[in-house]
């Protein structure tokens, strides 16, 4: 099952470099083409891909707890937490198991505007979350994934106004960024990689609305 998750997101990435473009080329990082949006620090916060997914610092002793049972097999399937303010009970988190296995597969916690803040998802169900997602005033802007299930962040993909505007990868998993892609209204705009490792773009592959 890992594998051909794996086989998936890894084969997307690969898709990622033809999909929407008629042609591509090798461009220099000196093309002033391939300068109009550079790495900068924005990339770099993130070059390290050290922390892990699987992180969780949730203390459920702090809140008030309900559990439900979707399928009547005697086994939660739906556990929540929620704070009281006044007399109301506010939801902060909500974890539920989809496949009904005994194992949570998705973990949603929400501010205390009631705003859906991430969702941890755990695609294989493994025991493991491998999908982190994260809202802005519930609106997506980050995705985050384990693609080889090493309990860190490989991939990631970064949104605005619900369209993706680029994304990171570290391909042979060494903790380092390697990978680029930006996009423009929706579309693959550039490809940037590092093929020696030194956290620097050494190819830009542009795409055919770029290069006109």
């Known amino acids: 099952m890992r594998k051909n998750v794996t086989t998936i997101l890894l084969t997307g990435l690969v898709l990622g470099l033809t999909v929407g473009r008629a042609s591509t080329q090798s461009a220099q990082k000196n093309d002033p083409a391939a300068k109009k949006k550079p790495i900068g620090q924005e990339a770099k916060k993130l070059e390290k891909a050290e922390r892990l997914i699987g992180s969780d610092d949730f203390d459920p002793d702090e809140f008030r707890k309900r ?7 005697k086994v939660v399937d739906v556990t929540e937490y929620f704070f009281i303010e006044g007399e109301q009970e506010v939801l902060v988190r909500k974890e539920v198991d989809v496949n009904f ?4 597969d998705v973990i ?3 501010n205390k505007k009631r705003e859906l803040i ?11 979350v491998d999908v982190v997602s ?4 519930t609106v997506l802007v980050r995705k985050e994934y384990d693609t080889n299930f090493d309990n860190k962040v490989d991939l990631w993909r970064f949104f ?3 369209n993706i505007v680029k994304k990171e990868a570290d391909l042979n998993y060494d903790g380092d960024i390697d990978y680029w892609e930006y996009f423009e209204g929706g579309k693959l705009d550039r490809v940037g990689i590092d093929r020696d490792s030194d956290g620097e773009v050494d190819d830009w592959e542009l795409t055919q609305l770029n290069k006109g």
């Open 67 to 73: 559990e439900s049972d979707l399928n009547s097999d």
């Open 101 to 104: 296995d005994r194992k949570f």
């Open 108 to 110: 949603r916690s929400f």
């Open 118 to 128: 991430s969702e941890r998802m755990d695609t294989d169900f493994d025991g493991k």
């Open 134 to 137: 994260f809202f802005e005033a």
């Open 160 to 162: 605005e106004d619900n």
